[in-house]
């Protein structure tokens, strides 16, 4: 899990191409015959393409039970004079970044002005054992256009995001050993992953989202710092 969750902060850019462009197969040799065939794919690789070819023509996802909280690294103040300030939470979790400068304007023009980026953590089913989910290396940004807050009212912030999903991967989360030490690579078999896709998707968020500062400088606890 510690894995995934590691790959989830790269932020990787991947572009856009199409949907049904797949990892290579690895190549297997056969033995002591010094031939090589390719390695048939599994049911998890055989279970992603599906949910792919299903998809195709587009993915859309709403998000509105469960609140967002303030997200705050430990140590920090993050208010206004902070590098950004961030909310997340969900039944489907959800990563909201925004200019710190939405703590002097928090109405829908100030949220929509400060808005960075936003990470869905939307699953794909692949089978047990297994954690698969959509853009992970690279979120949502609102440079790619498509990203709008539709309102701001009662403390709930309704969000819109049109854009493409551009890459999908799943990790293996059954087996100590999908866990590496950080320095080190995936076994094989370990992970299976998608790039190069560009399949459409709507993601509606309309969650509850908190207004003020978090402190989680030493003697601040909280958990939401960290």
């Keep these: 899990m510690l894995s995934l969750l ?11 191409a199409c949907v049904r462009t ?31 070819e299903a998809h ?6 709403t998000i509105d039970s469960g609140a967002l909280q303030v997200s705050c690294p430990v140590g920090v103040l993050c208010d206004e004079n902070f590098d950004y300030w961030a909310v997340r939470g969900g039944d489907t979790p ?25 990470s869905v953590g939307h699953a794909i089913d692949v089978g047990a054992q297994w954690q698969a989910v959509i853009n992970p290396f690279y979120p949502f940004h609102t440079e ?11 403390g709930r912030i309704a969000l819109t995001i049109v854009q493409d999903i551009t890459h999908v991967y799943g990790q293996k989360i059954g087996d100590p050993g999908c866990h590496p030490p950080e320095d080190a690579g995936m076994p094989a078999g370990c992970e299976v992953r998608r790039v190069d896709l560009a399949i459409p998707a709507i993601i ?23």
């Design 94 to 118: 959800v990563y909201i970044s925004f200019e710190a400068s939405v703590l002097r304007s928090f109405d829908r023009e100030g949220l929509q002005a400060a808005l960075r980026y936003v």
């Design 6 to 16: 590691r790959c989830l902060l790269l932020m990787i850019a991947l572009g856009p």
């Design 22 to 52: 797949r990892a290579p197969a690895p190549v297997v040799t056969d033995g002591g015959s010094g031939r090589d065939r390719v390695a048939p794919p599994s049911e998890v690789d055989r279970r992603l393409d599906a949910w792919l």
């Design 144 to 154: 790619d256009g498509g990203m709008t807050v539709e309102r701001y009212a009662e």
């Design 204 to 226: 509606r968020i309309d969650l509850p989202i908190p207004s003020e500062a978090l402190d989680c400088r030493a003697g601040q606890r909280s958990p939401a710092c960290g």
């Design 56 to 61: 195709a023509e587009g993915v859309e996802i």
